[in-house]
């Protein structure tokens, strides 16, 4: 049952209020001879309006709608008796639109059917991308239109938020999302990731999968975290994972990125039990059939995810002494404030260098920028934030791409080149000194502008760039819209490269033109570390491949 | 009729105050434009032009202004003959009230949609000579949404009448009218995408058109406005306004019917 919004209620309530009033008004105006009581009848009729004005149309209001029109009846038919008729015709619809919209489903709910045909429509006329992975719009669309379908038959907004997820997954680029809000996303990850049994399998750098995050209660079974699995519910870990709805609703740009996931959702496959087979501490192989622990994988999955990828828990931008040499940026988003923007960072980039500066005095000598899980921002904060890191000369950032203002559309060139603009090039300061060493530390959630200064910053002699998987790989400017249900945001701005290609993102190969330096092994030495002794694999990795490093 | 028709333009022509509102009203609509193209619009970057097409996708206000100045023509042209009896005399000289009600409801009618009309199209006329078009919408939709204004206008036209006749005297009248036009204005409304709900509303739709951005690092954001109108939006805002507009009206003509007109 939906709860009924206050102002609905209000004009529910206000129709037998009206009639009442107005049916003892009737016996009273006809005795006196003044025109002026039949403006009560119009009463109803104005406050229903500024009401429903307030409140926006509900469909299922409908009758209480009407009812305040059949109000006006006893303006035009000032006769006791059709004011009496109207008062009661008026109370009885007024009434009726309670328990529609109690009991009929989809009160106050957006069409979800023309909700997705709207963000479709919207993204097929302007997702920049369409070309480069040459996006079959017809098939997507009659893919999705029938889940679409049932969301809306059973007015079911986490299973439109789900389904908006498998969509946007299609796509293959992080830019591409859809929220309805905070809650309903919460709602959907946790009705599609399944059931907990306890555990989560992820796939160590050799192939084979290892249980994390395990539960005590599973302890005492003897398994632990770094358990060996061999099967889940009699299938690999890799199948399992694909019965997985969130599995589904997961976007990755590169396929390197996805299978570095493989096997991360199989754990909240099954019904009531589930059969995990598994190498016990002797080497031999076991079989246990795990009770169901709650509904609820996602909550168990989210912690083993930010266990591996949470990056150095200080402040954004705060310049944190790690040694006695190095130091460590922390840049959680690639935005630093409103004023910022508009000076092209300088005041930011002045903050750095004093900073730094600051920190050299004190024996400092590498830094690391720590952009792990960064969800992107601003492309001129990266050109602020590289230029001080910069050897010093000339670098090439990005192109602009080619915008024709009279067909309203990027040229294309043919051959997946487009027709560029101008180059974005700036002029290093090399703040470091030539002693110095930068290690970029990313994610496969390093996105956007974290993904661009990832690219720029690898073309540095200065700079290594270190993860268990590459950056994201989705690096188009991106443009939000508000749908009547929910935010759709997708890639809506051409950034190339030099020679017209697309800048960063994959096309029909899944494979971005991003790369680490070094992909540290995701090993069961990283497992330990990061799961029973709560270290920071990677920063560690970073500060012992500095100390080792030949200068 | 046609007489009583005829003598409202006659009284129309020669009341002098009716001239300079009207003037006003017109020279509001085209200072707005004149602002706009003064201040530039929030979008566009310094030194960029306004042009008539970009202005008429930001030009909501003159539609707010003419609600404003249509309260004010629809009690007068409407309300004034009460006031000194003009009604009665008619009334009295053989005259139907069906005449007196069909005559002044026709010109205050088609007077204030064509007023409507010519504050739109002014400013951007204007615009147009100065800056030339552009190329944010095509003129045709720009035609399309002034005519589909007619609707909601004759919506709200038919409720200032209603108003007018309830209360008779075409200052207070005008009072309602202005005042039910601010409150409206002031309320925080839903977004209403049936635009069905109130005249207001459907103004709103039409005036809204969806827009698209993009951008460069180094590069002006270019806005891209749809300029097409959804057809089940316009055959909505027809059908409610012409619905909503005739209901006003009969409720105007039953209540004048048979009011005693004191």
Same mark, same amino acid.
Not at chain 1, 175 to 186: C, F, L, P, R, S
Not at chain 1, 470 to 480: L, R
Not at chain 2, 175 to 199: E, K, S
């Given at each position: 049952?939906?709860?009924?919004?206050?102002?609905?209620?209000?004009?529910?309530?206000?129709?037998?209020?009206?009639?009442?009033?107005?049916?003892?008004?009737?016996?009273?105006?006809?005795?006196?001879?003044?025109?002026?009581?039949?403006?009560?009848?119009?009463?109803?009729?104005?406050?229903?309006?500024?009401?429903?004005?307030?409140?926006?149309?509900?469909?299922?209001?409908?009758?209480?709608?009407?009812?305040?029109?059949?109000?006006?009846?006893?303006?035009?038919?000032?006769?006791?008796?059709?004011?009496?008729?109207?008062?009661?015709?008026?109370?009885?619809?007024?009434?009726?639109?309670?328990?529609?919209?109690?009991?009929?489903?989809?009160?106050?709910?957006?069409?979800?059917?023309?909700?997705?045909?709207?963000?479709?429509?919207?993204?097929?006329?302007?997702?920049?991308?369409?070309?480069?992975?040459?996006?079959?719009?017809?098939?997507?669309?009659?893919?999705?239109?029938?889940?679409?379908?049932?969301?809306?038959?059973?007015?079911?907004?986490?299973?439109?938020?789900?389904?908006?997820?498998?969509?946007?997954?299609?796509?293959?680029?992080?830019?591409?999302?859809?929220?309805?809000?905070?809650?309903?996303?919460?709602?959907?990850?946790?009705?599609?990731?399944?059931?907990?049994?306890?555990?989560?399998?992820?796939?160590?750098?050799?192939?084979?999968?290892?249980?994390?995050?395990?539960?005590?209660?599973?302890?005492?079974?003897?398994?632990?975290?770094?358990?060996?699995?061999?099967?889940?519910?009699?299938?690999?870990?890799?199948?399992?994972?694909?019965?997985?709805?969130?599995?589904?609703?997961?976007?990755?740009?590169?396929?390197?990125?996805?299978?570095?996931?493989?096997?991360?959702?199989?754990?909240?496959?099954?019904?009531?039990?589930?059969?995990?087979?598994?190498?016990?501490?002797?080497?031999?192989?076991?079989?246990?059939?795990?009770?169901?622990?709650?509904?609820?994988?996602?909550?168990?999955?989210?912690?083993?995810?930010?266990?591996?990828?949470?990056?150095?828990?200080?402040?954004?931008?705060?310049?944190?002494?790690?040694?006695?040499?190095?130091?460590?940026?922390?840049?959680?988003?690639?935005?630093?404030?409103?004023?910022?923007?508009?000076?092209?960072?300088?005041?930011?980039?002045?903050?750095?260098?004093?900073?730094?500066?600051?920190?050299?005095?004190?024996?400092?000598?590498?830094?690391?920028?720590?952009?792990?899980?960064?969800?992107?921002?601003?492309?001129?904060?990266?050109?602020?934030?590289?230029?001080?890191?910069?050897?010093?000369?000339?670098?090439?950032?990005?192109?602009?791409?080619?915008?024709?203002?009279?067909?309203?559309?990027?040229?294309?060139?043919?051959?997946?080149?487009?027709?560029?603009?101008?180059?974005?090039?700036?002029?290093?300061?090399?703040?470091?000194?030539?002693?110095?060493?930068?290690?970029?530390?990313?994610?496969?959630?390093?996105?956007?502008?974290?993904?661009?200064?990832?690219?720029?910053?690898?073309?540095?002699?200065?700079?290594?760039?270190?993860?268990?998987?590459?950056?994201?790989?989705?690096?188009?400017?991106?443009?939000?819209?508000?749908?009547?249900?929910?935010?759709?945001?997708?890639?809506?701005?051409?950034?190339?490269?030099?020679?017209?290609?697309?800048?960063?993102?994959?096309?029909?190969?899944?494979?971005?033109?991003?790369?680490?330096?070094?992909?540290?092994?995701?090993?069961?030495?990283?497992?330990?570390?990061?799961?029973?002794?709560?270290?920071?694999?990677?920063?560690?990795?970073?500060?012992?491949?500095?100390?080792?490093?030949?200068? | 009729?046609?007489?009583?028709?005829?003598?409202?333009?006659?009284?129309?022509?020669?009341?002098?105050?009716?001239?300079?509102?009207?003037?006003?009203?017109?020279?509001?609509?085209?200072?707005?434009?004149?602002?706009?193209?003064?201040?530039?619009?929030?979008?566009?970057?310094?030194?960029?032009?306004?042009?008539?097409?970009?202005?008429?996708?930001?030009?909501?206000?003159?539609?707010?202004?003419?609600?404003?100045?249509?309260?004010?023509?629809?009690?007068?042209?409407?309300?004034?003959?009460?006031?000194?009896?003009?009604?009665?005399?008619?009334?009295?000289?053989?005259?139907?009230?069906?005449?007196?009600?069909?005559?002044?409801?026709?010109?205050?009618? *088609?007077?204030? =949609? @064509? $007023?409507?009309?010519?504050?739109?199209?002014?400013?951007?006329?204007? +615009?147009? /000579? !100065? %800056?030339?078009?552009?190329?944010?919408?095509?003129?045709?939709?720009? *035609?399309?949404? =002034? @005519? $589909?204004?007619?609707?909601?206008?004759?919506?709200?036209?038919?409720? +200032?009448? /209603? !108003? %007018?006749?309830?209360?008779?005297?075409?200052?207070?009248?005008?009072?309602?009218?202005?005042?039910?036009?601010?409150?409206?204005?002031?309320?925080?409304?839903?977004?209403?995408?049936?635009?069905?709900?109130?005249?207001?509303?459907?103004?709103?739709?039409?005036?809204?058109?969806?827009?698209?951005?993009?951008?460069?690092?180094?590069?002006?954001?270019?806005?891209?406005?749809?300029?097409?109108?959804?057809?089940?939006?316009?055959?909505?805002?027809?059908?409610?306004?012409?619905?909503?507009?005739?209901?006003?009206?009969?409720?105007?003509?039953?209540?004048?019917?048979?009011?005693?007109?004191?």
């Amino acid at each position: 049952m939906d709860s009924i919004k206050n102002i609905d209620l209000v004009i529910i309530a206000l129709m037998p209020l009206c009639s009442v009033l107005l049916w003892a008004l009737a016996n009273y105006a006809e005795k006196v001879m003044s025109s002026r009581w039949r403006i009560c009848w119009l009463v109803p009729a104005f406050l229903t309006a500024i009401l429903t004005y307030l409140a926006g149309f509900e469909k299922l209001m409908l009758p209480a709608y009407i009812a305040a029109a059949v109000f006006v009846i006893g303006l035009a038919k000032p006769e006791k008796k059709p004011r009496k008729i109207a008062s009661v015709t008026a109370a009885v619809l007024g009434l009726t639109a309670l328990p529609l919209c109690t009991l009929v489903g989809g009160y106050r709910t957006p069409d979800l059917v023309k909700n997705f045909n709207n963000g479709f429509n919207k993204m097929k006329a302007h997702y920049v991308l369409s070309e480069e992975k040459e996006i079959d719009w017809d098939a997507l669309y009659a893919k999705y239109l029938p889940q679409f379908e049932e969301a809306e038959k059973a007015h079911d907004k986490v299973r439109n938020e789900i389904v908006w997820a498998k969509f946007c997954a299609e796509f293959h680029d992080l830019h591409v999302n859809y929220i309805t809000d905070e809650e309903t996303n919460k709602a959907a990850k946790k009705c599609a990731g399944g059931n907990d049994y306890g555990l989560v399998i992820t796939k160590l750098a050799d192939g084979s999968f290892a249980a994390v995050q395990v539960d005590d209660s599973l302890k005492a079974k003897g398994i632990h975290n770094g358990t060996p699995v061999i099967s889940w519910n009699g299938i690999s870990p890799a199948e399992a994972d694909k019965q997985s709805e969130l599995y589904e609703m997961q976007n990755y740009a590169d396929e390197d990125n996805a299978k570095f996931y493989e096997g991360f959702f199989a754990a909240g496959t099954g019904g009531e039990t589930a059969e995990l087979v598994y190498t016990d501490d002797d080497g031999v192989q076991q079989t246990i059939t795990l009770p169901k622990l709650n509904d609820d994988y996602y909550s168990r999955c989210k912690d083993a995810y930010e266990t591996i990828n949470q990056g150095l828990n200080v402040g954004h931008m705060t310049v944190t002494k790690l040694n006695d040499t190095t130091a460590c940026l922390r840049i959680k988003t690639m935005s630093f404030d409103s004023i910022s923007e508009k000076d092209d960072h300088a005041a930011m980039q002045k903050e750095i260098r004093e900073n730094i500066l600051a920190l050299k005095e004190q024996g400092v000598r590498d830094i690391v920028i720590d952009i792990r899980e960064n969800n992107g921002g601003s492309g001129s904060m990266v050109k602020a934030i590289a230029q001080l890191f910069a050897p010093e000369g000339e670098h090439y950032y990005v192109t602009d791409a080619y915008w024709d203002d009279t067909s309203h559309c990027y040229k294309s060139e043919g051959g997946g080149k487009w027709k560029t603009d101008h180059d974005i090039v700036f002029d290093g300061e090399n703040i470091l000194g030539d002693e110095g060493r930068i290690i970029v530390l990313v994610t496969a959630h390093s996105v956007s502008a974290a993904d661009h200064i990832t690219k720029l910053m690898s073309g540095f002699d200065n700079t290594t760039i270190i993860g268990f998987t590459e950056s994201s790989g989705s690096a188009q400017g991106v443009t939000p819209t508000d749908l009547d249900l929910g935010m759709f945001s997708f890639s809506s701005s051409l950034m190339l490269n030099k020679d017209g290609s697309v800048f960063i993102d994959s096309g029909t190969d899944y494979q971005s033109g991003i790369e680490v330096d070094i992909k540290v092994p995701y090993n069961n030495q990283a497992l330990t570390a990061l799961f029973d002794d709560g270290k920071d694999y990677l920063m560690d990795y970073s500060l012992e491949y500095l100390a080792e490093l030949e200068r | 009729m046609k007489d009583l028709i005829r003598a409202q333009i006659y009284q129309i022509l020669r009341t002098r105050v009716y001239f300079w509102v009207l003037i006003a009203c017109l020279a509001l609509a085209v200072l707005f434009g004149v602002s706009e193209y003064l201040n530039g619009a929030d979008d566009l970057d310094e030194g960029m032009l306004l042009t008539a097409s970009d202005f008429f996708t930001r030009c909501g206000m003159i539609a707010t202004l003419f609600l404003g100045f249509s309260g004010f023509f629809v009690s007068f042209f409407t309300g004034d003959d009460f006031k000194d009896k003009t009604a009665n005399y008619e009334l009295m000289s053989g005259r139907l009230r069906k005449q007196s009600f069909v005559a002044r409801v026709t010109v205050t009618v *088609v007077f204030n =949609i @064509l $007023l409507g009309s010519l504050m739109m199209v002014l400013p951007l006329t204007l +615009y147009s /000579l !100065l %800056t030339g078009w552009g190329n944010s919408i095509p003129v045709s939709a720009a *035609v399309t949404r =002034i @005519l $589909l204004m007619a609707f909601p206008f004759f919506r709200q036209i038919c409720f +200032y009448i /209603l !108003l %007018t006749y309830i209360i008779k005297r075409p200052g207070y009248a005008f009072l309602a009218c202005y005042g039910y036009m601010c409150i409206l204005t002031l309320l925080p409304a839903q977004a209403d995408p049936t635009g069905a709900v109130l005249a207001f509303t459907s103004i709103q739709n039409l005036l809204h058109f969806d827009y698209w951005a993009t951008f460069g690092l180094e590069r002006d954001a270019q806005v891209i406005y749809d300029p097409n109108i959804d057809t089940a939006l316009a055959v909505r805002i027809i059908i409610s306004s012409l619905a909503a507009g005739a209901a006003y009206l009969w409720a105007a003509y039953s209540y004048f019917h048979k009011d005693d007109i004191e």
